[in-house]
């Protein structure tokens, strides 16, 4: 089975930086892309970032450009979310997501293996 890691999470105030990561363990699996998504209470999953493993290209939700970096190393199928200016509205539980198939990168549904979450909280 296949296991995702989030840490990093955590209380921040408004204006503070966070950098979340995401570790694998278990059986090994292939992937093209892993991203981000978020999920605040009352609110549908959203996407946040991806990074495609093929050319390293990066995706990021229309909101999350400029203020928020995806990073990750293919070999250790390892990402990292850099979070800067944090905003009340950026409060979610962030999951990281393994895609493997050809799904739209920025849909949930493109992805196979997703962690349990990691809850950031940003104060006012």
């Known amino acids: 089975q296949v296991h995702l890691v989030e840490s990093g999470g955590g209380l921040v105030q408004a204006g503070d930086s966070l950098r979340l990561s995401c570790v694998p363990s278990g059986r090994t699996f292939s992937s093209n892309a892993m991203g981000w998504f978020r999920q605040a209470p009352g609110k549908e999953r959203e996407f946040v970032a991806a990074i495609s493993w093929i050319g390293g290209y990066t995706y990021y939700g229309n909101t999350m450009k400029g203020t928020f970096t995806i990073s990750g190393d293919s070999a250790k199928k390892t990402i990292y979310l850099e979070m800067s200016n944090l905003k009340p509205e950026d409060t979610a539980v962030y999951y990281c997501?393994?895609?493997?198939?050809?799904?739209?990168?920025?849909?949930?549904?493109?992805?196979?293996?997703w962690g349990q979450g990691t809850q950031v909280t940003v104060s006012s």
């Open positions: 997501a393994v895609r493997d198939g050809l799904g739209y990168i920025k849909r949930s549904s493109a992805y196979s293996y």
